[in-house]
């Protein structure tokens, strides 16, 4: 047995290595000013000088060029640290400097020596020309990516490193100056360097976080906010400072005036003073999906790609105090300022209801502020049940497609009904019930029953309308068919789903959203369908179009037995907006119903 070495192509591994790391072509200014940083970082600690970093685009000649006047690289750190893939010439320096100097070594940004890879994302090749500080040679370097690099003596210059990027043609939208100052404000605000993009003097970057001036009033953060959403209105704000894996967790975060529909606000995150991403998942409590803002916690530990942080015990306790942050703020509102609260839960009570049932204190605080929806718009429990003629005893959906169905019944006796369309909205709705049953007595009207919209009829009634009962149960399967009355009654038939069919519907929906297996989801699908009481078909005794089939007795019989399948067949699929075409066309075939008589 003999043993070999594994060979590998490196052509073309730089690009394909870079492609894979970084999720966008953005990074690459990301990448480029930590490097530049971490070099100022270094000199600082040598002779305490350095502290600028210029972006300079060059539409002429296609090119972005990074430079700073950081501690430069002498050959050897060339060929030890800038050319080998993996090697971190910065998480070495960290390491010395710990015991010595842990100030320096805690600023320092860089972890895994492939920050350079993010050039290749936009660049076809790149020429770096650099000076050690205490030498008095410069070299330059240039790599096009592939198995080989040049490396030769360049003209004296200053101390540092300038990094030149020859971009891709499809990557000239990285010459734009305000765009490279949008990622700079990105990536890199709170480093305590002056990064200048263009021929500007002006810094892009703030420079420093608003929770490191000392006493930093409400004024500054609210200009930092306006400066972050810049087209948002912040309701209030929360300051966050808690600790995480023995490091400080600091951060502001805002509530603003924009509601946030699926998904959630941008929250973020910086480690080491420079952005990681905007939706790391576990940052805060699932609740908390309506703030947005910025958190910094240098405990937490960045991938590889630094576009994520690991999910570790460091990342559960950021969130803890996020969540904690929150809560205070919110008992604090409660307590002093009701109409920012107010205003807050206007925005944003979907989010809040989950809290409130998470937290029961804050369920007390709040419950008589939330808003609800309705159809006589949204406001608070107190304010529905005082428009509601039925009083506290208030109706309400949760299926949108079958509530249009029967809210026209609630509408005909002018009843209020609540919208719980929303996550969390019936738990809380349910919730303040249970809490306030003097205040509050809610009722379901999109399933069979219709929550009292529909009443029982007499045996007479029901015996005049029966050779219209029986017709339609020929009509449908897996549903009853019943007598009852119901406002209004040009409405002659409603179809209504039973708690076991909302199950089947549910079950239904859950295969088709989980991607279920096909032989499974039959599987499923068919156990959801075991039952044959699934929906009701309500015959409404008050329609005069019925009662006109009724007195005919001719439903085995063409046109009587095609109208009732059209009555039938348009309860099943009717929803509000189809509702005035039905009462049309009963109206019409009532008429010529009567004609034939």
Known sequence: MTTHNIRIALDGVVRLLSQNLYGEPDAFVREMVQNAHDSIVKRRAVDGRGGRVD?????????????DDGVGLSQDEIHEHLSTIGRSGTDELR???RAGDPEHAASLIGQFGIGLLSAFLVAERVTITTRRAGEARAWRWRFDGGTAYDLEVAEARDIGTTVVLFLKASMTEFLDVERLERLVR????????????GPTGTPSNAGTAPWEESNASD???????????????????????GEAGGQPVRGVLAVTDREIGIGEGRLDLYVRRMYVSGHQPGLRPPWAAFVQGVIACDALVPTASRDRVLRDDALDQVSRVVGDSILDHLRSLAKRDH?????ILRWHAHGLFALCLEHRDLLR???????????VGTKTIDELVRANPDGRRLRYFRHRPSAERVLPLAEARGLVVLDLVESHAEHFVLEYARQWPGRLAPIRIDEAGAGGLIESVTAAEALRLRPVTVASEALVTGAR?????????TIPALWLETQKGRGRRELADAVEELGTPAFLGGALANLGTATSDCATLYLNASSSLLAALARRNRLTEEPDRTVLKVIVDRARASEKNELAELVDLCRALEWALEARR
Do not use: C, W
Request: no cysteine.
């Open 481 to 489: 068919v019943e007598i009852a009355s119901f406002e209004p009654e």
């Open 365 to 375: 605080d709040l419950a008589d502020l939330m808003p609800v929806k309705s159809t």
């Open 186 to 197: 990105r990536y890199a605000d709170f480093l305590p360097i002056d990064i200048r993009v």
């Open 339 to 343: 109409q920012t609260l107010a205003g």
């Open 95 to 97: 390491q010395k400097l």
């Open 55 to 67: 972006i300079l685009p060059d539409k002429g000649a296609r090119t972005v060029t990074i430079a």
């Open 219 to 241: 004024e500054q953060v609210r200009r930092f906010l306006v400066r972050r959403f810049p087209n948002e209105h912040t309701l209030t704000h929360v300051v966050v400072d």
